[in-house]
Nanobody, 116 residues
């Protein structure tokens, strides 16, 4: 069982930057992968970035080169540094972890709005 709490969302102008954080608690030793999803109104939730146990990273094409995912060594926190933000990035961003026994856990979500 893992609990996740996101923070760092807000309103930012196009071209600006924002950093999201997700704090994990509970059975953190069971965490395998950590990542970020987002969901815009009327659209399906999509995977934005993921970091694997090995340290490897994956990014959606739409954010590659602009977003960077990172984690601490204890797997207690995962961050998403977002730069060159565009209105299309507006969405609710969700922290996600997958445990070693393939259970998925989600945070409550944090709103990111990119607007002038």
């Amino acid at each position: 069982q893992v609990q996740l709490v996101e923070s760092g969302g807000g309103l930012v102008q196009p071209g600006g930057s924002l950093r999201l954080s997700c704090a994990a608690s509970g059975s953190i030793s069971s965490i395998n992968t950590m990542g970020w999803y987002r969901q815009a109104p009327g659209k399906e939730r999509e995977l934005v970035a993921r970091i694997y146990r090995s340290g490897g990273e994956w990014y959606a094409d739409s954010v590659k080169g602009r977003f960077a995912i990172s984690r601490d060594n204890a797997k207690t926190m995962v961050n998403l540094q977002m730069s060159s933000l565009q209105p299309e990035d507006t969405a609710v961003y969700y922290c996600n972890v997958i445990t070693t026994d393939l259970k998925a856990y989600w945070g409550q979500g944090t709103q990111v709005t990119v607007s002038s």
